[in-house]
Every structure is written in structure tokens, then in C-alpha cells.
């Protein structure tokens, strides 16, 4: 498979701290996909999202883009990395520039990276954006942020996004700031941008929910490490993973329609005090063994579509591939539209 992106033995430390660790993960240039990543507070989530963006480097491991060290792209690529990369973050506010309309946000983009020869073609291309995310252009343009609901902002900013016909969306919690009403319409909409587009979405989430309803797989993070990844049908559906089984457990199956809050998961002070270079999720694990204190374990593949990395699947083999989407569900669909 050629790789879109992918982070290959991607570590990211500061100081003596380890936000992310030994992650290697490639996406398809082929088929387009919606890949979650899930965890706690501070799994590193967002660290790993930054990378994948290009600001920040890893401190060891590489961040490909296209076969490209994203560190070390010429001036060229880097641009060209930018155009076909884009962000979507939580609290689009900040984007705003409140004294200017927001017209301005989707007017920028189009001139900085010469997207129309005309003024009518720019025209035209912001319009067919805005209806992409659902957006009624005569009702949104020309008004001030201010003058729009959080839901309606941020999708101006997935409309900005797909102006430039990313290869790739990078959107890290793009709802949690949004009325839970709007919610699934704005994930749905960027599963019609993957569908109709074959734009990959990277979605960064604390809710296995919505990571269960739009994709198809998941990287489940504990404290920097994969501990669960794989289809969202096997992970969620059927987690391995002690940690994925607390955190699916507070989910109230088999509805999933109660977004999945991350409950604290009790430590006892023995357990706390205990130095643990081998599984980060020891101190917490109602399954711990003697062995899980001194080891990292390896990647386990308990059953197809899935690895965990937990000691109780020790009887089962090991990944043959680094590469957590190596037993990623290949996405049922291919790109219906390319780029211009
Ligand atoms: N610049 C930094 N300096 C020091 N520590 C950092 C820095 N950035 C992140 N961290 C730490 O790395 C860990 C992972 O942070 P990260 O923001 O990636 O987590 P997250 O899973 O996105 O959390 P949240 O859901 O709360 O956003 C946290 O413990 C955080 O405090």
C-alpha cells in the first residue's frame, strides 16, 4: 500500500515525559478512510494530531507525507503539504477575525493559493463549499462571527478545508464545542466529504460514539500507547483491551446514542506508588499480572481486524507489521472524485 501519511515509530517527548509513544501508522493514498483516535484527557491525542499537521517534529520517528519527511520538505512541498493537509480544531472562534466578515476566512485561501482566475469563479467555488457542509450561502456571507451560531462557524472552517481539496482533514474534537443537535450532522457531512471527495478524515475524539457512527477504524490511546486498535466494529463492538472494555463499558449498550463521558477509573495508592516501565495501564487494570509491571507488551493479534497490546493475549500471535493500520478494515469504498 502506498501511504498517504504515516508516522513511522513516531515518539514525541518533553523533558522526561512521554506524550506519545513508538506510534507507527499509515494511512492509504488509494482508499480514502475515516480513521478515530480515541483516549483520555492527556492520551495524546492532539500531540499526535500536531505531528501529522507538521507543527511540531517528533523526537524520534519520522512523519511521512506522500514518501516526504514532513521535517525536512523543501519550500515547495511544504506548500503543497499545507494546501492538501488541513485542520479542523475544536473552537473555530479564534480563527475569526471579528471585525472582518466571514467572507474574508473563505476569501483568503482562494487568493493565497490562486484557487479562481476571477472574482466570479472564487465566487462560485466558496458557494459550492458552503453547500457542501450545509451551509446556505445567501444566509451566511456577508454576516460577522459573531452573527453565527458555533455550529455554523465551524463549518465555515471544514468549508475553508475543503476549498483547498485536501488529500487529508485532521480534526481534532471538531464537535465537542458544538450544540449536541449539530453534532452528528456535522460528522455526517464529513463522511459525505470522504465519500463524495475521497477526502481521509483523521478524527480525534474522546467519544467513542461518534467515532463508532462515521468510521471505520480506531487507534485507542492510554497515557501515549496504543492499547487497542483496529474496525471500529471489532474495537468498540467487542473491545480486547481492558482499558478499551472500561471505557466502552460506561457507554450504555446497546445504545450508543449516550455520548461516552470517559469516567475516572479508580487507582489504588499501592498501585500508584509502584514504578512501571512496562504497561502504562497497570496501575489501573482489574486484569494485571506480574509481568505487565517490567514489560511494554507487544501488539497482539487476538482475532482479524484488530491487535491489542495486553499481555492476556500472550497465547495469540503478534502483529507482523508495526504498522497499527495493518490490520486496519480496508475502507468499502474508493474515490469517486479526484482533485481538481
Ligand atoms: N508543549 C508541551 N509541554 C509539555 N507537556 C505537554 C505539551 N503538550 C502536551 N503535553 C502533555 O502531553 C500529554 C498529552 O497531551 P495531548 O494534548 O496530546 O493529550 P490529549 O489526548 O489531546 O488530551 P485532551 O483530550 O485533554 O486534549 C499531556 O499530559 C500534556 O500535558
Redesign the pocket.
Known amino acids: 500500500m502506498s501511504a498517504l501519511i504515516e508516522m513511522r515509530g513516531v515518539t514525541?517527548t518533553?523533558?522526561a515525559?512521554t506524550?506519545?509513544n513508538d506510534v507507527t501508522l499509515s494511512l492509504s493514498d488509494t482508499s480514502p478512510s475515516m480513521t478515530a483516535v480515541a483516549?483520555?484527557?492527556?492520551?495524546?491525542?492532539?500531540?499526535?494530531?500536531?505531528m501529522m499537521l507538521g507543527f511540531?517534529n517528533p523526537s524520534h520517528g519520522q512523519v511521512l507525507y506522500q514518501g516526504k519527511d514532513v521535517a525536512r520538505m523543501t519550500g515547495a512541498e511544504q506548500r503543497q503539504f499545507r494546501r492538501e493537509v488541513q485542520p479542523v480544531f475544536?473552537d473555530p472562534f479564534d480563527v475569526f477575525n471579528p471585525f472582518y466578515r466571514i467572507d474574508h476566512v473563505l476569501e483568503t485561501p482562494v487568493k493565497r493559493y490562486k484557487l479562481a482566475d476571477s472574482d466570479t469563479k472564487a465566487r462560485a467555488m466558496i458557494e459550492d463549499a458552503l453547500k457542501r457542509v450545509g451551509l446556505r450561502p445567501q444566509d451566511t456571507l456577508g454576516r460577522f462571527p459573531h452573527e453565527l451560531s458555533g455550529g455554523q462557524r465551524q463549518r465555515i472552517m471544514v468549508a475553508r478545508a475543503v476549498l483547498l481539496r485536501p488529500r487529508l482533514i485532521i480534526a481534532?474534537?471538531p464537535v465537542s464545542m458544538v450544540d449536541a443537535s449539530l453534532r452528528a450532522t456535522i460528522l455526517d457531512e464529513l463522511k459525505t466529504l470522504n465519500r463524495e471527495l475521497g477526502i481521509s478524515i483523521v478524527y480525534?475524539t474522546?467519544d467513542l460514539t461518534t467515532a463508532f457512527q462515521i468510521c471505520d477504524n480506531i487507534m485507542i490511546?492510554y497515557?501515549?500507547n496504543v492499547s487497542e486498535a483496529g474496525a471500529v466494529e471489532r474495537v468498540i463492538g467487542a473491545p480486547k483491551h481492558p482499558y478499551s472494555q472500561l471505557l466502552v463499558s460506561s457507554i450504555p449498550l446497546p445504545d450508543l446514542s449516550k455520548a461516552w463521558g470517559g469516567e475516572e477509573i479508580p487507582v489504588s495508592e499501592a498501585s500508584a506508588a509502584r514504578p512501571n516501565p512496562g504497561c502504562k495501564f497497570a496501575p489501573r487494570c482489574p486484569h494485571v499480572m506480574e509481568m505487565c509491571w517490567d514489560n511494554l507488551p507487544p501488539k497482539y493479534v487476538p482475532d482479524s481486524e484488530r491487535l491489542a497490546t495486553c499481555f492476556l493475549y500472550r497465547d495469540a500471535p503478534v502483529a507482523a507489521s508495526d504498522d497499527v493500520a495493518s490490520v486496519f478494515r480496508p475502507p468499502n469504498h474508493s474515490i469517486t472524485t479526484t482533485a481538481p
Not at 483516549?39 to 500536531?50: D, F, I, Q, V
Open positions: 514525541k518533553y523533558g515525559f506524550a506519545l483516549g483520555e484527557s492527556g492520551s495524546g491525542k492532539t500531540t499526535l494530531a500536531r511540531i475544536q481534532d474534537e480525534i474522546h490511546l497515557r501515549g
